[in-house]
């Protein structure tokens, strides 16, 4: 949430997020700006995970691992970096995509036997880098 006044709508959607127990994610306000209360509010009442780059929040969806320049390299769930062409065509989950044809997110956990949530992290990684492309049924092909 970048802004939600008092009572707002922004902040109903963070409470509805944090019932079905989705995070939140906030960017401190102003003290003094009504738009900033209820995201200030969150954060203070460890609602909502304090943020101030886009960074934090993209680090809590994807693995990172140091590169020998020191910079932080996004990893899919073998450790092997998104942003390498060959990663990609080795990646188990690349090769299924292709295998399976439009499999979606479930279907490539249950075949490859990883928890879906990294399928999922490992997929927008491929939509991020335009390498991989999911329909509105959420199956997913190589582009």
Same mark, same amino acid.
């Given at each position: 949430?970048?802004? %939600? %006044?008092?009572?707002?709508?922004?902040? #109903?959607?963070?409470?509805?997020?944090? *019932?079905?127990?989705?995070?939140?994610? %906030? #960017?401190?306000?102003?003290? /003094?700006?009504?738009?900033?209360?209820?995201?200030?509010?969150? @954060?203070?009442?460890?609602?909502?995970?304090?943020?101030?780059?886009? !960074?934090?929040?993209?680090? +809590?969806?994807?693995?990172? =691992?140091?590169?020998?320049? /020191? $910079?932080?390299?996004?990893?899919?769930?073998?450790?092997?970096?998104? =942003?390498?062409?060959?990663?990609?065509?080795?990646?188990?989950?690349?090769?299924? $995509? *292709? !295998?399976?044809?439009?499999?979606?997110?479930?279907?490539?956990?249950?075949?490859?036997? #990883?928890?879906?949530?990294?399928? @999922?992290? +490992?997929?927008? /990684?491929?939509? #991020? *880098?335009?390498?991989? %492309?999911?329909?509105?049924?959420?199956?997913?092909? @190589?582009?």
């Amino acid at each position: 949430m970048t802004e %939600a %006044a008092e009572n707002s709508g922004s902040l #109903i959607t963070a409470k509805l997020a944090l *019932e079905f127990s989705k995070e939140v994610f %906030a #960017i401190p306000g102003d003290v /003094g700006r009504p738009g900033s209360v209820g995201t200030n509010s969150l @954060i203070r009442d460890g609602l909502a995970k304090c943020v101030l780059r886009p !960074e934090e929040v993209l680090s +809590e969806f994807f693995r990172f =691992s140091a590169s020998e320049s /020191g $910079i932080g390299v996004r990893t899919n769930p073998y450790g092997q970096p998104f =942003s390498n062409p060959s990663a990609r065509s080795n990646s188990p989950l690349f090769r299924k $995509i *292709e !295998e399976l044809g439009m499999p979606d997110a479930e279907s490539l956990s249950s075949a490859l036997g #990883i928890p879906v949530e990294e399928v @999922i992290a +490992e997929l927008s /990684g491929f939509e #991020i *880098e335009g390498t991989v %492309a999911s329909d509105h049924f959420g199956r997913y092909s @190589i582009r």
